[in-house]
């Protein structure tokens, strides 16, 4: 209900509606008002301070910091998302440098800065470190290109900086003493996160930065950071409330297990544990002192097994986040189900995916689960069994998931018990969660589900389908319902051009499109191209032949990324993309 | 290559390595496949069905001229892989850890007939043992279902290893990836000596196993969680202990099952203690127990008391 222009605008003073603005929780609503009218769009956008651009290539960098002049904070994402399962070439783009070049231009009281899958450079950083006189929050979350010169460049410059927060990234080891160059008088750190840092680390040097950052919240460490070192760092930063404590295993000492006992034991604003605990069960109870406050424990990378695994898992009663390998089996999970019933987000993760499976974790650790914690909302399994029952009866156990992603292991895996598909099961799913944002779905599926979630999945944003369906029906259910629909990556499915072509307007609705080892052909993706010209349709191609304008309308296509962007065609594809 | 008499433990490292090896044997895991898709629903996981799967030790390479008996699994080795020379037990045990005994000729070891493969799950002390892997070469007892649903029973062992790796599947970061194949690596470079903290490693032995495990007595705290690990960590090579229908679960058995499977029909739990000398375990308190106790052992019924063993109930 847009207000009338004419008296909305004169009746206060731009300020006033800035305030107002302020209030809006999210980016849709800010897009809505400033859709309204030109007083509310001029007013908007010169007063919004966090911009997401969920797909750099979805605008071109200065149009956005132009749009938003007075922006402090941005997220700006990169590559698709099976870009992590190794899908994407690696040249294929979400280089950064165009970003930080726009943003040091138009931006300089920029004050939180984070990328997500792209290619930032070591120029990036210091470009990043010398531009913002008042930066304080460097997020980096699965990004490559950059080594710790980079990071160097960071620490020596970003005199007030909160934040640094590397995610997942690979980074090259280039400068093992970084550290060194946060200055002396650098005491504004209150989120360190290093997990990811591939070399080692000067712990002296390290120890003496957390001692004088007496605000440090947050720290994760790397995995060279050996047990007897981090009781040191422990007994520096007792005020710490997320703590990673990197491989959590070292050379024996005699009494190293009680010093890391009572370090533990001081801890009472810890809230969130994670690291590799490179199978050390002995040094385990060393952390049941904190284990009773803790909301989130993250687990994925430690080879602890049970009973150890579930002997500390149960103790925290207040978890609101377990991330866990399925070292946890079935019997652990029944105890979390049991003790931890704030749960609210779980991921059970494979410990040997490519082999034998020798560990019991089932579809029904994920079924105790869902009836004993009422608060469970977001789900991500790995298993190699599952069956309809199970997945109706967590459907009805919790409607009120808001995402769920379950990957069975081996494609196509049909119910065990029935032998059939799990059509039944991921239908029940959709139909009993309303608020269902993002859905990954696996084993045996035929068009059947797709039919389900094209008419139920009203709130689904984002949907991951592998080797299902049989046949362009499944492909046009998802598209033409699925009212909120934001990614679709599809990979391994019988889907051809015909659902593509007669959906081709609602992939002006979405985010992106990937579809990959489908049935599309380069014809169909032409006419999308010529039909769509707001979509960029790239064609990657890895085997790099010959040009795809010289190629006939019925070759096929391998890999399809369709996105929406203003920007047109980019300028930056490389030898495998071609934009149709 | 060497005697046949000799008994060799071969980690296959690679996914090729297992498929050469499971292809040898396919035809005798579609008795023990059925089996475990008979079994109750949620327990298909590490079922065994002892009767059918038979195991014998033998060396890599070497054929199995007892294949002919019965119904003996025997799982063959692909000819590249072996010198035949003995390997080191950490030798053995590559990053993944799938541990296979390949059958064959006769064996010291005293199994006879009914060795069963090895179960994988190390306990506490050997926490640190990557995890073995033998429902995979037995046709993939229990975790393969999938396959086995898909009516491919005869091929059981091979459906596992013809899962070839498809490019980005299961959908799992490489950084994840590398960092687990990196922690297990890690973990066999831990293994070897370095003693642990606030922790009480002894050694385990059990007459006619071939190789000794170690368990930390200060993660138990009375008998019965120690015998219920020993139990598991040795029941690869208990023989028909169990009786047949309480086999397909290892959650279903009771405790003092548990403990008589142990300590009943063959087998008594002795350790040494401080004085060199050998003990019946269960006579004293525990805190005593873990106290003066240098090393468990496994003994046999009846070397150790002379008498018949006791009948489970």
């Not at chain 1, 999945?457 to 009212?483: N, P, Q, T, W």
């Amino acid at each position: 209900m847009p207000p009338h222009p004419e008296w909305t605008a004169a009746m206060f003073p731009d300020e006033v509606w800035e305030h107002v603005f302020s209030f809006l929780p999210s980016d849709a609503d800010r897009n809505v008002a400033a859709a309204s009218c030109h007083a509310w769009l001029r007013i908007e956008r010169r007063s919004r301070r966090r911009v997401f651009v969920g797909n750099c290539y979805a605008v071109a960098p200065a149009v956005a910091v132009a749009r938003f002049p007075e922006a402090r904070a941005v997220e700006v994402k990169g590559k698709p998302h099976f870009a992590d399962f190794d899908l994407v070439p690696g040249d294929w783009g979400g280089g950064a440098d165009e970003w930080v070049a726009a943003m040091a231009e138009g931006w300089p009281q920029l004050e939180e800065l984070r990328f997500k899958r792209m290619v930032v450079s070591d120029d990036c950083l210091e470009v990043i470190a010398r531009s913002f006189r008042n930066f304080r929050v460097l997020g980096l979350a699965f990004c490559e290109g950059f080594s710790t010169a980079g990071l160097a460049a960071v620490a020596a410059n970003c005199r007030n900086l909160r934040v640094l927060d590397l995610q997942e990234n690979v980074i090259e080891d280039n400068c093992s003493h970084w550290l060194s160059h946060f200055p002396e008088s650098f005491t504004s750190l209150v989120h360190l996160n290093i997990a990811c840092l591939p070399g080692e680390v000067n712990v002296p040097v390290l120890e003496r930065l957390v001692s004088r950052c007496t605000n440090l919240k947050t720290l994760k460490l790397n995995h060279a950071v050996p047990l007897e070192k981090l009781v040191i760092l422990l007994r520096k930063a007792p005020q710490l409330v997320d703590l990673g404590t990197g491989r959590f295993s070292g050379e024996h000492h005699l009494d190293l297990y009680s010093k890391l006992e009572s370090a533990f034991t001081g801890y009472k604003s810890l809230k969130s544990l994670s690291g590799t605990w490179e199978a050390v069960p002995a040094y385990l109870p060393a952390v049941y002192s904190v284990c009773e406050g803790l909301t989130s424990l993250n687990l994925s990378y430690a080879t602890t097994q049970n009973p150890e695994l579930i002997k500390l898992v149960s103790r925290c009663k207040s978890l609101q986040r377990l991330w866990v390998m399925d070292f946890i089996e079935d019997d652990g999970l029944a105890a979390v189900a049991s003790s931890c019933k704030l749960l609210q987000e779980l991921r059970v993760f494979p410990s040997d995916p490519y082999g034998p499976q020798p560990v019991s974790l089932t579809e029904r650790g994920l079924v105790a689960i869902s009836a004993g914690c009422p608060m469970l909302h977001s789900v991500l399994y790995f298993c190699n069994q599952m069956t309809n029952a199970a997945l109706i009866a967590i459907a009805l156990n919790r409607p009120n998931l808001t995402r769920f992603r379950l990957c069975i292991i081996e494609p196509q895996t049909p119910d065990y018990l029935t032998l059939q598909p799990l059509d039944a099961g991921f239908s029940a799913i959709v139909e009993s969660c309303k608020d269902l944002r993002r859905l990954s779905v696996s084993g045996l599926l035929t068009d059947r589900v797709f039919k389900s979630i094209g008419a139920y999945a009203d709130r689904l944003e984002m949907l991951s389908v592998a080797f299902a369906g049989d046949s362009d029906a499944g492909l046009h259910y998802i598209l033409s319902g699925c009212k909120s629909l934001r990614k679709l990556e599809i990979r391994d499915c019988p889907f051809g051009d015909k659902p593509l072509l007669a959906n081709a307007a609602k992939l002006e609705t979405m985010r992106s499109l990937w579809m990959s080892s489908c049935s599309l052909t380069l014809g169909a993706c032409k006419l999308l191209a010529r039909k769509m010209p707001r979509l960029n349709v790239e064609i990657i191609d890895e085997r790099r032949g010959a040009s795809w304008d010289s190629r006939p309308d019925d070759c096929p296509v391998e890999k399809l990324y369709v996105y929406r962007t203003v920007a047109g065609p980019r300028s930056d594809t490389p030898s495998c993309v071609w934009t149709v | 290559m060497t005697p046949p008499l000799e008994h060799d433990y071969i980690g296959l490292a690679e996914t090729s390595a297992m498929e050469n090896s499971t292809k040898i044997s396919s035809s005798s895991s579609s008795s023990s496949s059925t089996v475990s898709n008979s079994e109750d629903n949620g327990k298909l996981i590490g079922h065994l069905n002892l009767k059918e799967t038979e195991l014998r030790l033998g060396l890599p390479g070497s054929e199995f001229p007892e294949r002919g008996e019965g119904v003996g699994l025997t799982l063959g080795l692909p000819k590249s892989f072996g010198s035949g020379a003995k390997r080191g037990f950490s030798d053995a045990i590559d990053g993944s850890a799938k541990w296979v005994f390949s059958g064959g000729g006769g064996s010291e070891v005293g199994l006879g007939k009914g060795g069963i493969l090895f179960s994988p799950r190390g306990e506490n002390g050997s926490g640190k043992l990557p995890v073995a892997s033998p429902a995979k070469d037995l046709g993939g007892v229990g975790k393969a279902t999938g396959q086995e649903n898909k009516g491919k029973v005869g091929s059981g062992l091979a459906a596992p290893a013809a899962k070839a790796q498809v490019v980005g599947w299961p959908p799992i970061r490489s950084y994840r990836k590398n960092t687990m194949a990196s922690n297990s690596s890690k973990n066999k470079e831990d293994d070897e000596g370095k003693q642990e903290v606030g922790c009480l490693y002894i050694k385990v032995s059990m007459d006619g196993a071939p190789y000794l495990r170690k368990v930390d007595l200060k993660t138990y705290s009375n008998y019965k969680e120690l015998s219920l690990a020993l139990e598991k960590m040795f029941s690869c090579f208990i023989i028909g202990q169990c009786s047949s229908n309480e086999v397909s679960s290892r959650e279903r058995i009771s405790e003092s099952r548990m403990i008589d499977t142990l300590q009943g029909s063959e087998y008594v739990l002795t350790y040494e203690d401080k004085d060199g000398d050998w003990m019946l375990v269960g006579d004293v308190p525990w805190d005593m127990f873990i106290i003066s106790c240098q090393k468990l052992r496994i003994m046999k019924g009846s070397d150790a008391t002379g008498n018949a063993p006791r009948a489970l109930e």
